[in-house]
């Protein structure tokens, strides 16, 4: 079957839902999304059926003679959104709900990661806040990391400095009702230090295709201050990840998991996202997610060459041995996330968004939509912010200081009231370079490109 007669289903209405139906488009899919958003109505059609609601999808998917659905969300896949296509006969990419717990649930991560010896941070798990509290309270005051055991939105982790604010993070999972589920369970880590990188491996339970490797900016500001957020911007690839540390990585840590999952009798299927430390030990497991990144998604497919719709074919069909690798665009990928006002809290919606024409009209810019919906009708000038993270401002170049420079030329010329995004999007990396180049060119130079 040609790609332009196949029918893929997107379920999800993010930025990371809306690069996803871009390439399939262009790989010459007939793209549907459910629910989409105003970007994803631009590359194909909108049905209007929630992503958790996995009867009405199930019944879209028959309705409609999908050929293969590709699920972007995190909560779905661990409601058993794959389980329920499986069971009706229907072609999906994702894991099961069982096996999506990985990021489901950071204490079963933990068990997958110690059966299969995975370097990652130490732990403990406490059942209830007050425990947790008294762990804190008598041991040594030193940074750790708090994080809720289930599905927060990206945003149940917390860096903290001192027992101060780790009692003050428990005191928010406990009582903010939007970490109500995610909090049943409160887990403590010792805090890693090093550079944060994500790598994502597109995987059929027996083979792996591993991805470039990318820098998310989790937190809400400049100089990674402020609260955590779903992510703030997106490069790729990261200069700090080489080749034989990607060997490295898939030896130590995605084959591994991949093996230890199927030795738990929870195979995985789909895609295995590593949020990884480089710590000066080596690189050791922060989280796993069960799917694609978002911002990093966008990143990434505005980079890759090979038809996305044949990779997750063949990973649904368990036969990933059997394709090529896949190829990518040269040069790097910068996404820069521009958000609504008092975002990462509650936002005001329906604020009209301007400059979209002239952003996406720039050579080697796509913007891609987030949380958007039309006001009034399918114009592009209609299109209004429906949501905290808005739009994942996305651009290639033949470098990562010209991708940076071609995103915020674009990020320029979109407009809306309380509109704001980080302004270092990149900026690692980028220094990252300027010091190896600095280091290959002045055999005198140190570290820091100073002379000794």
């Known amino acids: ?54 009867p009405g999808l199930v019944a879209l998917a028959r309705d409609r003679d999908i050929d293969l659905t590709v699920v972007g969300p995190e909560a779905p896949l661990v409601a058993g959104i794959v389980d329920a296509f499986q069971a009706s006969g229907r072609r999906i990419f994702g894991p099961t709900a069982r096996a999506a717990q990985i990021e489901g649930s950071k204490l079963f991560c933990k068990q997958i990661l110690h059966r299969g010896d995975v370097p990652t941070a130490m732990f403990r798990e406490f059942r209830t806040p007050q425990r947790a509290r008294d762990f804190l309270e008598a041991r040594e005051d030193v940074p750790v990391v708090v994080k809720a055991d289930g599905l927060a939105a990206g945003k149940g982790v917390f860096v903290c400095p001192d027992r101060a604010a ?36 597109i995987t059929d339970g027996r083979t792996i295709v591993t991805l470039p490797a990318l820098q998310d900016h989790k937190a809400a500001y400049d100089g990674d201050q402020g609260p955590n ?9 990261t200069p700090f990840v080489d080749a034989e540390l990607m060997a490295d990585i898939e030896a130590r840590i995605l084959v591994p998991t991949v093996h230890s999952m199927r030795r738990a009798k929870v195979p995985f299927q789909g895609v295995l996202f590593a949020g990884l430390m480089l710590t000066p030990q080596g690189p050791k497991v922060l989280e796993f997610n069960a799917r694609f990144g978002d911002p990093e998604c966008e990143a990434l497919m505005v980079l890759l060459d090979s038809s996305l719709l044949e990779i997750l074919d063949a990973s649904v069909d368990r036969r990933l041995e059997s394709i090529q690798p896949p190829s990518w665009k040269s040069g ?3 996404t820069v996330v521009m958000a609504s006002e008092e975002y990462p809290g509650s936002v005001a919606k329906g604020r009209p968004i301007r400059g979209l024409d002239a952003a996406a009209a720039i050579d080697g810019v796509e913007v891609f939509h987030s949380a958007t919906r039309f006001a009034d009708g399918p114009s592009p000038r209609s299109v209004v912010n429906d949501g905290g993270r808005t739009l994942a401002v996305t651009a290639v170049g033949e470098t990562l200081a010209r991708a940076k420079l071609r995103a915020y030329s674009a990020v320029r010329e979109i407009r809306w009231s309380g509109a704001w995004c980080r302004k270092d999007i990149a900026d690692k990396g980028i220094d990252h370079v300027r010091m190896l180049a600095a280091s290959d060119a002045d055999p005198a130079a140190g570290p820091t490109g100073a002379r000794l």
């Open 332 to 334: 790097a990928s910068v």
């Open 166 to 201: 780790a009692l003050e993070a428990i005191a928010t999972l406990s009582e903010d009702p939007q970490f109500a589920a995610a909090a049943r369970g409160i887990l403590v880590e010792e805090r890693l230090d090093g550079r944060e990188v994500s790598v994502m491996a």
């Open 1 to 54: 079957m040609s790609a332009a007669s196949r029918r893929v289903l997107v379920v999800g209405s993010g930025g990371r839902e809306h690069a996803l139906a871009w390439k399939l488009a262009r790989d010459g899919a007939e793209v549907i999304s459910a629910p989409g958003n105003a970007g994803t109505a631009q590359v194909g059609e909108n049905v209007p059926i929630q992503a958790c609601d996995i």
């Open 229 to 237: 957020t779903g992510g703030m911007g997106a490069y790729c690839p």
